[in-house]
């Protein structure tokens, strides 16, 4: 019989693996357990249901008396696994929310065995030396003729354009405005707010994408009647919108911003949080020319690069463009020490303690090389392509646009908005599919909200599409919210 006693053993040291292998049998157990028991990309029922249903299966969640390890492990993750939204299902495709591969959570429990943290050498020695090495090698993936370049690994795209806006208003003169298109990532916005600077200003994308004129345009504006001269300006492009998968036109965008750097202090960052991966892929890397060229690149390895969360990076051409981030704190990087030779990790991010987020993705990209992992954007590009296809062979659907990378926008054809929210909205209820929204231009030009599947599974099959598309279908548009919610049991089958 289990004791709570034996909960409390480490998991580190040449013993750790001998307490952890009996704990991940009961971990992988429940795992395959509660997907059996929600069997669909999510619970059916809705919020209410779920808490309910979390309640009852795990009780107080602040326990005085432990019960030890097995029941802890069983309880909890067989609760979570229940509920969740999975996205190894095919028909959860909502967000840029990616089945992790099982290579990469492997690596990332050695990660969490280990436990180095990378604000200091003395507690990450090999772990900072590989963090050191592959960030600057994936840098150069990205920019190739940069003279050094160099990346930071990041919680993710949110961190990433922060960071990057922080840069700039670093390496730039003072008063640093930002402009994005209306199709930039909120986290843009956000990054403008947390870090002093006026809102950014905002070129409109009525088609989506950054019309490289508007950003022309918003380059040559007059200054500022108070201002001896043009202040200067952060370029934001995307590569990969959130709510299509459109990619600015980046080797115009970044010609502009060139010839302007002349006259006035301009930098450009480029969001590639959701196409940067394409790089890797000989089919699809055309669609990103001109993303070398930016000052810094937004890139996410927990969308097109199956990482478990957070696998952010943000690189840059040139690692000199990294120093505004040094900082000094005795008990980490006394100047002796550095002196003396040992590395200083504190400039490489925001945060002090960190995880080595880097393990996973040598882990992933040692298994399947670069080319596999190609292999893998290309496949999941290509389901994207046959979902966009089968929607436009379907005569009561409207596809938006065929998908520059996963992205696959469509609509009962000539449903209302609240048809299509609703839609969307009693799928998840039911636990059937998990679809996202838009809004984008509509068949008739104006805006309407569209139906967004984001396919980021490789391995999604014909069939699953096809059955994704008849689960939109078969939803009555006239009583596509009223009728009573249909519970599964996990005898159903799914349709
Ligand atoms: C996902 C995404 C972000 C935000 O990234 P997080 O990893 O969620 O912080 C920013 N920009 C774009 C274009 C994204 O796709």
């Given at each position: ?16 693996p ?11 157990a ?10 669909g ?16 299966l795990?009780?107080?969640?602040l ?22 939204a ?45 963090e ?5 090698d ?59 600077l ?157 995880r ?39 005569p ?35 636990g ?64």
């Amino acid at each position: 019989m289990p004791t709570p006693a034996d909960a409390a053993r480490l998991a580190g040291a040449a013993a750790g693996p001998r307490a952890l292998r009996p704990l991940l049998d009961t971990v992988l157990a429940a795992l395959a357990e509660g997907a059996a028991a929600r069997c669909g990309p999510l619970p059916a029922g809705g919020p209410d249901a779920v808490t309910r249903r979390l309640t009852e299966l795990i009780g107080p969640t602040l326990p005085t008396h432990g019960t030890g390890p097995h029941d802890a492990l069983r309880t909890l993750v067989t609760a979570l696994a229940e509920g969740a939204a999975d996205p190894a299902d095919p028909h959860c495709a909502a967000h840029l929310h990616a089945p992790p591969l099982a290579v990469a959570v492997a690596a990332d429990l050695a990660a969490a065995a280990l436990n180095p943290s990378m604000d200091s050498w003395d507690q990450a020695p090999a772990a900072s030396a590989l963090e050191h090495r592959l960030a600057r090698d994936l840098a150069r993936l990205v920019h190739p003729r940069g003279p050094a370049p160099d990346a930071l690994v990041t919680t993710g795209g949110t961190e990433s354009n922060l960071i990057a806006a922080l840069l700039a208003r670093e390496n730039l003169p003072p008063h640093l405005t930002l402009i994005c298109g209306a199709n930039a990532h909120h986290s843009v916005h956000r990054a403008a707010w947390l870090l002093g600077l006026p809102a950014p200003t905002v070129l409109p994308t009525p088609r989506g994408l950054l019309d490289p004129a508007a950003v022309h345009h918003a380059l040559t504006t007059p200054r500022p009647p108070h201002r001896p001269h043009a202040p200067p300006a952060l370029v934001v492009a995307t590569a990969g919108t959130t709510d299509s998968g459109a990619i600015d036109p980046l080797r115009p965008i970044a010609d502009i911003v060139a010839a302007h750097r002349a006259h006035r202090p301009t930098a450009l960052h480029v969001d590639a949080a959701y196409g940067g991966p394409l790089l890797l892929s000989p089919t699809h890397r055309a669609k990103l020319t001109g993303l070398d060229r930016a000052d810094t690149v937004t890139l996410d390895l927990h969308k097109l690069g199956w990482q478990p969360v957070a696998a952010g990076l943000l690189t840059t051409p040139d690692r000199a463009a990294l120093t505004p981030l040094a900082q000094r704190a005795d008990y980490l990087n006394a100047e002796d020490d550095t002196e003396a030779g040992l590395p200083d990790l504190l400039g490489r991010s925001l945060r002090t303690t960190r995880r080595p987020d880097i393990l996973k993705i040598a882990a992933t990209l040692r298994a399947l090389g670069t080319s596999g992992l190609a292999a893998l954007v290309d496949r999941t590009c290509r389901a994207a392509a046959d979902l966009a296809g089968l929607v436009a062979a379907e005569p009561r659907l409207t596809l938006h646009a065929p998908p520059t990378i996963s992205t696959v926008l469509f609509r009962p054809a000539g449903a209302t908005d609240q048809h299509v929210a609703a839609v969307r909205r009693r799928l998840l209820t039911e636990g059937r599919a998990v679809l996202g929204r838009a809004r984008a231009h509509g068949p008739d030009g104006r805006p309407a909200l569209w139906l967004k599947a984001t396919l980021l599974n490789p391995f999604a099959q014909p069939n699953d599409l096809a059955a994704l598309v008849k689960l939109v279908l078969d939803q009555d548009p006239e009583h596509a919210d009223d009728r009573p919610p249909h519970r599964r049991s996990p005898q159903d089958t799914r349709p």
